[in-house]
């Protein structure tokens, strides 16, 4: 069981001493939240470095937020990928939705906890957002078929990534159906490449340019 950042500063090596900080952080604090609003299954939080702060950061390793960017995370739960994420791009914006109150509340309370100013949250439905982002990420919330006319409409236009901005979404399993079932033009990038343990086998980035 792993329960300090040891796994995240494996892969990403140019943390700060604050990041790495915040990163320790997060055991406590998700077993603390988690033993009383159930975010993260009660077995999970023993694989919470590898299987959701690492899996969420997989994100980074295909996209490098720049400062001022505005991220919008659909269905966070408990904060992932939104959470890891702003602690990596502490000068990127994160809004943090998701249509359960008490998740909201945990995630807003982690966020406070670590003082990450760069994280809002609102128990808000996906449908129900009313602003504009440079990318949408994601995980575990719904098939892309029904994903996509939630946000399609959420993007700027003028993006000054090295990429255009679009949905970055955490998927595992056999994609090639949804994808198809889908009829949008996605990328898919494994996970695989950039992380040895043995989950990321069949995880993947998933990129759509909106
Ligand atoms: C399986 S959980 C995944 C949570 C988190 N992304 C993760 O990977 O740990 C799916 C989340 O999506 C939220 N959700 C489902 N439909 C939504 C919608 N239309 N708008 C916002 N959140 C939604 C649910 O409340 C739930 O918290």
Redesign the pocket.
């Known amino acids: 069981m792993e329960i300090s950042s040891a796994l995240i500063q494996k892969y990403f090596k140019d943390l700060s001493e604050d990041q790495i900080a915040k990163f320790d952080q997060l055991f406590d604090l998700y077993s603390f939240w988690n033993a009383q609003i159930n975010?993260?299954s009660r077995k999970d939080i023993e694989e919470l470095y590898e299987r959701?702060i690492l899996?969420?950061l997989g994100i980074a390793k295909f996209c490098t937020f720049k400062a001022g960017e505005k991220v919008l995370?659909?269905?966070?739960?408990?904060?992932?990928?939104?959470i890891p994420l702003a602690i990596l791009f502490p000068e990127t914006e994160f809004h943090l939705?998701?249509?359960?109150g008490k998740?909201i509340k945990v995630v807003t309370e982690v966020a406070a906890a670590l003082g990450l100013k760069n994280v809002k949250a609102s128990h808000?439905?996906?449908?129900?957002v009313n602003d504009k982002y440079d990318f949408v990420v994601?995980?575990?919330?719904?098939r892309l078929i029904d994903f996509y006319p939630?946000i399609k409409d959420k993007f700027n236009k003028n993006s000054k990534n090295a990429i255009a901005n679009g949905i970055l979404y955490?998927k595992g399993g056999e994609l090639a159906e949804e994808i198809s079932e889908s009829r949008l033009k996605a990328e898919l990038y494994p996970l695989s490449a950039y992380f040895e343990e043995d989950f990321f086998e069949t995880k993947f980035v998933v990129y759509i340019p909106c």
């Open positions: 975010v993260i959701h899996h969420s995370d659909v269905g966070t739960g408990g904060g992932f990928p939104g939705v998701d249509s359960i998740k808000l439905r996906a449908e129900q994601s995980r575990a919330v719904t939630w955490l």
